[in-house]
């Protein structure tokens, strides 16, 4: 798919401006790392935070 890439460790999110958002899970830590690359620093702070915000909330369990 041409936005959306899943590896066995990453994912990586593509969007149409050709930024990009990757969560990778560390081999050796039990911890996740954001990567991001896009047009100017102030676009790239934005979509760390909204990628953290989204791995946060999808890993907090819903209450039915």
Known sequence: DKFL???AYH???IFEDE??????ASGT???LRI????RNKDMVYK???TGETLFKECMTPTIC
Do not use: G, V
Not at 35 to 38: K, N
């Open 5 to 7: 890439r899943l590896h």
């Open 11 to 13: 994912l990586k999110l």
């Open 19 to 24: 930024s990009w958002l990757l969560f990778r």
């Open 29 to 31: 830590e039990p911890l």
């Open 35 to 38: 990567y991001c690359e896009a």
């Open 47 to 49: 979509m760390l935070k």
